[in-house]
């Protein structure tokens, strides 16, 4: 079967599959990070916007780390096939197309001046990312001479070399849109660089011009997006006639929210194009919904779940208990922390629900795992903290605390990666920071020789480093989180959850 690519496009008409626009673009957009969901979001916006003739750009995709799909992306020109599904109103709605507004994806650490030399373009304008919640973080370096390993120093080093190719000329700053899930992610990112560029002693006339040229957007983004569909692909490469390793899927619904002027969809015409997005002065709110209730739900359900054999969100929002935990702990614990109306905290909710319920979304519990601890500090620290300020204690967000504990139980490590072992012998990857996986290695180690669960917790909730703050402070939850996880370690995590549902 052929591999899907530009050439293949001209010669074959696929069936039951859109295609979108096959024009050569300028590359107006960097993109780093080139995962299912940006893939599936942002990727799907610009490809919307080509072929309604609004933007007529293209995308220069950057893997963040050093493993990544450049080389599958680039095998196929770019391009990869979306199925979108929902049931709205009863109806199903499904929409297949192929994605055409990649143009290249790079490895920055192999072809690191070829990343340079991107910077070096005179059409480059936006610039979108997802490194997930723990990508935009400060980290000390030296000024580099090869492809430096965080985030913001990639994007600090790129942006040097934009200013130095065009003087500092104010009409070549770009637009940065982060799509991280934290607080002030364009402004954090901002900080980080200018950060960078005293470190590394670059001119002040950088700074001034990240300052005065350059727009670091905040955002919130909203979509479930569920990757590779393993159990459909073969069909679905039939029916098509070619083969795709990239293929993505995930539901109709999208809500994109960008803390900046209206004018802007003036360049980048999102609203113009249809698309449910809103320019606004202050997205805190909409974050705060969304990563609290929707986000907040998955982390503090998907790990007890998934150690209690569960594999899918769909399947754990049916099941008996961890569904019936999931609900509880939404509506009960993290719903009264949220500060807006009531009725539409609890619509927002009841849609979550739905959304989860999703028949054609086989969303992968494992999928969710990947940085769990900073996902934890983002989504569900809040509202320990808002139930504790009202006199409550949570306790089934203390429970998720515990099976994150357990979760990031290693089983063994093999060539620098961490292995855990659910109940009934299945192996699972634990997907964290290498520092993280190697304290929670240590941690659990201790408690080998000593079984004093009590101990493991009060190291762990002491890291600063993890969660912000030193959490054995706060009143309860070392005690909490000690006894769920003793009853995970004692009889499981279903028992764990069914005894609070």
Known sequence: MALLTRAYLKEHTPQGIAVGSLKQYPEKVLQIGEGNFMRGFVDWMIDGLNRQGLFNGSILVVHPTPRGHAAQLDAQDGLYS??????????????????????????????????????????????????????????????PDACPESFPAKLAIWLY??????????????????????????????????RHAKDWGLEAGFESWITSACTFLDTLVDRIVTGYPAAEAESLQAAWGYEDRMIDTGEIFHFFAIQGDASWDEELPLVKGGYNVVWTKDVAPYRDRKVRLLNGAHTMSVLAAYLGGLDIVGEMVADQDFGAFLRSGLYQEIIPGVELPLEEKQAFADAVLERFSNPFMKHKLLDISLNSVSKFKVRNLPSIKAALERGEMPRRLLLALAALFAFYRPARQADGAFFGRRAGGDEYPIRDDREILQAFAIAWAAYDADADAGELVRTLCARVDFWGEDLTQLPGVTAGVTEQLQTILDKGTRAACAALK
């Open 161 to 194: 070399e934009r200013y130095r190719a065009f003087g500092g000329a104010q009409d070549k700053g770009m637009v940065v849109i982060p799509c991280e899930l934290i607080e002030q992610n364009g402004q954090k990112l901002r900080q980080i660089i200018l």
């Open 82 to 143: 979306l199925i979108l599904r929902s049931r709205i109103d009863g109806q199903v709605r499904d929409d297949r197309q192929i994605v055409t507004a990649i143009d290249r994806a790079l490895d920055p650490y192999q072809q690191y001046e070829a990343f340079l030399a991107s910077a070096r373009q005179e059409e480059m304008r936006f610039i979108f990312s997802n490194t997930t919640e723990a990508g935009i973080a400060y980290v000390a370096q030296a000024r």
